[in-house]
């Protein structure tokens, strides 16, 4: 129902008087159709109706003065009357039911729909169907099976997953919802905040004339957040060493094409160094795991991710291969190879990104001789690889040329110290030094 | 490859069985001189005599008992019942006799017992039933219900061809209403296998018989609303082929059975209870059922409209599961 009011025609004006009637009431009305005319002492106009619909009140006669703003007739918008007595609301008259033709589809009322609803739809009673689906915005606490298990595969706490805002029925948090809310932590930024609190003014910059501002993008925001935090969670060292990669550098001079012909994927320094870092990690689990409060949470399996750098957007994904440590090294090649394929042309899902327990990045992929990577939370450990390059090393005594690698371990010290980081290098290093120089077959790969 | 309608498969699968096997019989009412009451069966008695295609007269119990013996002596009788619902009169010879035979003294009981089932026509009580549920709970029984003209005639050779006795069902108001191509070579649909005949990710619908069709017609209008349903046609209730529309409520976590006999007691509490106990951790939502009211099936038509589940009451039901 809509209530025509007079209106005002100039600033000035306070009343206006209604010459004529251009409908009477019971006329059906367009929108913008002249309803009236007016006179005031400025002008002499017509009044549109504002919606369609019917005349149903004339509340001021002609020749009548009234202020402005006062109601001066009422139209029912069409359907209004449809609306009333529809059928979803209250009960139809009995005379309803059993009519002659009864088509397939037209539905008596009365106790049969109230049998047929609780019958045919067991678990939800009409009164509650009626309210429909309605995403709240209070968090629910109630979880079904599939939402817990989706949230533990994904590796999302109770927490997060009682802060999520549900689209099921009552605003009930929906399986799809977790996968959503997953996949949108993986490629799309999170708000900053600042949560312990700005830091002091005089170490913020303050943009000047001549300065070229430019905003970060979703990647630069989300890379910058998680460094921030990673380095505000984490005391971090690093332990540094050089390793002498003259039997790996043979070994792929040697066996590298049958390798691929075989595995389907290339033997890389960085397939070597997965399956020695994993090996390694079977003895130094410390740097397997997480800290939570004051326990540190040595994982069962390695969740190896390899870092990648996608190269339009400049964004790091880290993919993961699950249960690292029982890969062989065709197995590691074939797996960094398929994820990096699928990194780059955007078809990995939120389970290849979740779930890793140790990190193996490459800056020396940039020529550098290593970096000191910042640790990917909640892991412990961060294994980075720098350019292999040929350099004068002793052997024996005497001066030699050897292609040599560095390897930097960022740790996290609440979890472990120099001692265990270097020895864990060490480890990786001997077995790196001790790799053959050809593969006995394509089946020792 | 033809294309036929759902009552000529049954009567192709019948005639090509008959051609092919001897000893395959036929008996029922009506069936030799008339043709059947819903002409499945014309033709028939000038083709292969009356020592193969037999009148009853009006005793279901002592046909099927008859049937029975038969089949203990070597043949492999086809017995139909002119409407479903008077199976009832046999009940004993088939749950007492023909299901637990080989069990108690090792003589296998090669008898199919088939009729038309399913109402939706205004046929009143004793025309319109879906009787499965009696017998799927009687061990010895195999039970199937094709739903679509392929299945009905690939289901029928399997259920002649088998040694154990068959409950076919097939469903009187499918009979002239669907056509399909169906091959002309000799094909089977093995017993004990379900079939998705609508693929999709985001509801499964575990269904049989006419309710095919009514949930693939739920599945087009949800589709166009934004929801894929995956239609899992069961084709056989016992066995009951549990790994497909498991796997399938394993993709979708949502599960609606919907079947048109009454829901209380209806098979789709033995589906939905294996959904709910070995799919429990996949769920999303309650399993939901959709059946008939718990009336016998009324003669009037509203009534009769009001009791069964219509393709609106299923698009509710899933909506509604969709949405919890």
Redesign the interface.
């Given at each position: 129902m809509i209530e025509i009011v007079m209106p005002q025609m100039g600033e000035s004006i306070a009343e206006g008087t209604i010459i004529k009637w251009l409908k009477k009431v019971g006329d059906s009305v367009d929108r913008d159709e002249p309803l009236f005319e007016i006179t005031t002492d400025k002008v002499d106009t017509e009044v549109p109706a504002p919606a369609a619909g019917t005349l149903t009140e004339i509340l001021v006669k002609e020749g009548e003065t009234v202020d402005i703003g006062t109601p001066v007739a009422v139209i029912t918008e069409s359907g209004e009357d449809v609306k009333a007595a529809s059928p979803g609301e209250g009960m139809q008259s009995k005379a309803d039911?059993?009519?002659p033709?009864?088509?397939?589809?037209?539905?008596?009322d009365g106790h049969?729909r109230a049998?047929?609803s609780s019958?045919?739809?067991?678990?939800?009673r009409e009164s509650e169907?009626a309210d429909g689906?309605s995403a709240s915005t209070t968090p629910s606490h109630s979880f079904?099976?599939?939402?817990?298990?989706t949230a533990e595969r994904c590796g999302m706490s109770l927490d997060t997953l009682a802060t999520l805002r549900g689209s099921?029925?009552g605003g009930?948090v929906?399986?799809r919802d977790v996968e959503q809310y997953i996949l949108q932590q993986a490629t799309s930024p999170l708000e900053s905040d600042n949560s312990a609190g700005s830091p002091p003014k005089e170490y913020l910059y303050q943009p000047q004339d001549g300065d070229e501002r430019i905003q970060m993008s979703a990647v630069r925001k989300k890379i910058a957040r998680h460094m921030s935090w990673s380095t505000r969670i984490s005391p971090h060292a690093t332990a540094i060493v050089e390793c002498d990669m003259s039997q790996a550098a043979e070994l792929m001079e040697t066996a590298g094409q049958r390798f691929e012909a075989s595995v389907g994927a290339p033997l890389t320094y960085t397939a070597l160094v997965a399956e020695a870092a994993v090996k390694a990690l079977g003895e130094f689990r410390a740097l397997n795991a997480s800290v939570v409060g004051d326990e540190i949470v040595l994982k069962p399996s390695v969740n190896l991710g390899i870092a990648v750098a996608l190269p339009e957007s400049g964004e790091l994904i880290v993919p993961v291969i699950r249960k690292a440590e029982e890969r062989s090294l065709a197995g590691f090649a074939k797996s960094i190879k398929e994820l990096a394929v699928r990194a780059r042309s955007h078809r990995l899902t939120p389970e290849d990104v979740q779930g890793g327990t140790f990190t193996l990045t490459n800056p020396g992929i940039f020529g550098g001789l290593t970096g000191t990577p910042i640790l990917n939370q909640p892991e412990v450990a961060i294994l980075g690889l720098g350019a292999v390059i040929k350099r004068p090393v002793v052997v024996d005594e005497a001066i030699t040329i050897r292609p040599v690698m560095m390897m930097s371990l960022t740790f996290d010290h609440r979890a472990s110290d120099g001692m265990a980081a270097f020895q864990f290098l060490a480890r990786v290093r001997e077995h790196l030094e001790a790799l053959p120089t050809d593969f006995a077959d394509m089946t020792n790969a | 490859m033809a294309v036929i309608t759902y009552l000529e498969a049954i009567s192709q699968a019948l005639r090509d069985e008959m051609r092919r096997d001897d000893n395959v019989i036929l008996l029922g009412e009506d069936i030799a001189v008339f043709g059947g009451a819903f002409k499945v069966t014309v033709g028939f008695l000038d083709e292969f005599g009356e020592d193969r295609v037999i009148d009853t007269p009006i005793s279901e119990s002592g046909f099927t008992g008859a049937a029975c013996g038969a089949a203990v002596e070597g043949l492999r009788p086809v017995v139909e019942f002119q409407f479903a619902d008077f199976i009832a009169c046999a009940f004993d010879q088939i749950v007492n006799y023909a299901a637990k035979n080989y069990y108690r003294w090792g003589i296998p009981m090669p008898v199919v017992f088939r009729g038309p089932a399913g109402g939706?026509f205004r046929g009143g009580p004793y025309h319109s039933q879906n009787p499965e549920a009696w017998f799927t709970h009687v061990p010895g029984l195999k039970v199937v219900q094709p739903s679509t003209p392929y299945d009905a005639k690939g289901l029928l050779i399997a259920a002649i061809r088998d040694n154990n006795p068959v409950i076919y069902f097939e469903h009187k108001h499918l009979y002239r209403r669907i056509k399909e191509d169906v091959p002309d070579e000799d094909y089977v649909v093995p017993i004990g296998v379900a079939d998705v005949k609508r693929e999709g990710t985001d509801l499964t619908v575990v269904t049989y018989g006419a309710m095919v069709h009514e949930s693939l017609a739920v599945a087009e209008r949800l589709s166009r609303e934004g929801a894929e349903c995956e239609v899992v046609d069961l084709r056989s209730l016992c066995p009951l082929d549990r790994d497909t529309f498991l796997a399938s409520v394993r993709k979708t976590?949502r599960a609606l059975v919907v079947h048109e006999a009454q829901?209380?007691g209806g098979f789709g509490g033995e589906v939905a209870a294996i959904i709910a106990q070995e799919a429990?951790?996949?769920?999303?939502?309650?399993v939901?059922?959709?059946?008939a009211?718990?009336v016998p099936s009324p003669y009037?038509?509203?009534?009769e409209?009001?009791m069964l589940?219509?393709?609106?009451?299923i698009y509710?039901?899933a909506k509604?599961v969709l949405?919890?």
């Amino acid at each position: 129902m809509i209530e025509i009011v007079m209106p005002q025609m100039g600033e000035s004006i306070a009343e206006g008087t209604i010459i004529k009637w251009l409908k009477k009431v019971g006329d059906s009305v367009d929108r913008d159709e002249p309803l009236f005319e007016i006179t005031t002492d400025k002008v002499d106009t017509e009044v549109p109706a504002p919606a369609a619909g019917t005349l149903t009140e004339i509340l001021v006669k002609e020749g009548e003065t009234v202020d402005i703003g006062t109601p001066v007739a009422v139209i029912t918008e069409s359907g209004e009357d449809v609306k009333a007595a529809s059928p979803g609301e209250g009960m139809q008259s009995k005379a309803d039911i059993g009519q002659p033709d009864g088509k397939k589809g037209d539905e008596p009322d009365g106790h049969f729909r109230a049998a047929q609803s609780s019958q045919v739809i067991s678990f939800r009673r009409e009164s509650e169907k009626a309210d429909g689906p309605s995403a709240s915005t209070t968090p629910s606490h109630s979880f079904s099976p599939a939402v817990l298990k989706t949230a533990e595969r994904c590796g999302m706490s109770l927490d997060t997953l009682a802060t999520l805002r549900g689209s099921g029925h009552g605003g009930r948090v929906t399986k799809r919802d977790v996968e959503q809310y997953i996949l949108q932590q993986a490629t799309s930024p999170l708000e900053s905040d600042n949560s312990a609190g700005s830091p002091p003014k005089e170490y913020l910059y303050q943009p000047q004339d001549g300065d070229e501002r430019i905003q970060m993008s979703a990647v630069r925001k989300k890379i910058a957040r998680h460094m921030s935090w990673s380095t505000r969670i984490s005391p971090h060292a690093t332990a540094i060493v050089e390793c002498d990669m003259s039997q790996a550098a043979e070994l792929m001079e040697t066996a590298g094409q049958r390798f691929e012909a075989s595995v389907g994927a290339p033997l890389t320094y960085t397939a070597l160094v997965a399956e020695a870092a994993v090996k390694a990690l079977g003895e130094f689990r410390a740097l397997n795991a997480s800290v939570v409060g004051d326990e540190i949470v040595l994982k069962p399996s390695v969740n190896l991710g390899i870092a990648v750098a996608l190269p339009e957007s400049g964004e790091l994904i880290v993919p993961v291969i699950r249960k690292a440590e029982e890969r062989s090294l065709a197995g590691f090649a074939k797996s960094i190879k398929e994820l990096a394929v699928r990194a780059r042309s955007h078809r990995l899902t939120p389970e290849d990104v979740q779930g890793g327990t140790f990190t193996l990045t490459n800056p020396g992929i940039f020529g550098g001789l290593t970096g000191t990577p910042i640790l990917n939370q909640p892991e412990v450990a961060i294994l980075g690889l720098g350019a292999v390059i040929k350099r004068p090393v002793v052997v024996d005594e005497a001066i030699t040329i050897r292609p040599v690698m560095m390897m930097s371990l960022t740790f996290d010290h609440r979890a472990s110290d120099g001692m265990a980081a270097f020895q864990f290098l060490a480890r990786v290093r001997e077995h790196l030094e001790a790799l053959p120089t050809d593969f006995a077959d394509m089946t020792n790969a | 490859m033809a294309v036929i309608t759902y009552l000529e498969a049954i009567s192709q699968a019948l005639r090509d069985e008959m051609r092919r096997d001897d000893n395959v019989i036929l008996l029922g009412e009506d069936i030799a001189v008339f043709g059947g009451a819903f002409k499945v069966t014309v033709g028939f008695l000038d083709e292969f005599g009356e020592d193969r295609v037999i009148d009853t007269p009006i005793s279901e119990s002592g046909f099927t008992g008859a049937a029975c013996g038969a089949a203990v002596e070597g043949l492999r009788p086809v017995v139909e019942f002119q409407f479903a619902d008077f199976i009832a009169c046999a009940f004993d010879q088939i749950v007492n006799y023909a299901a637990k035979n080989y069990y108690r003294w090792g003589i296998p009981m090669p008898v199919v017992f088939r009729g038309p089932a399913g109402g939706g026509f205004r046929g009143g009580p004793y025309h319109s039933q879906n009787p499965e549920a009696w017998f799927t709970h009687v061990p010895g029984l195999k039970v199937v219900q094709p739903s679509t003209p392929y299945d009905a005639k690939g289901l029928l050779i399997a259920a002649i061809r088998d040694n154990n006795p068959v409950i076919y069902f097939e469903h009187k108001h499918l009979y002239r209403r669907i056509k399909e191509d169906v091959p002309d070579e000799d094909y089977v649909v093995p017993i004990g296998v379900a079939d998705v005949k609508r693929e999709g990710t985001d509801l499964t619908v575990v269904t049989y018989g006419a309710m095919v069709h009514e949930s693939l017609a739920v599945a087009e209008r949800l589709s166009r609303e934004g929801a894929e349903c995956e239609v899992v046609d069961l084709r056989s209730l016992c066995p009951l082929d549990r790994d497909t529309f498991l796997a399938s409520v394993r993709k979708t976590s949502r599960a609606l059975v919907v079947h048109e006999a009454q829901l209380t007691g209806g098979f789709g509490g033995e589906v939905a209870a294996i959904i709910a106990q070995e799919a429990f951790d996949v769920l999303d939502a309650p399993v939901t059922r959709v059946g008939a009211l718990d009336v016998p099936s009324p003669y009037a038509a509203s009534l009769e409209d009001a009791m069964l589940p219509t393709e609106e009451k299923i698009y509710t039901a899933a909506k509604n599961v969709l949405e919890y």
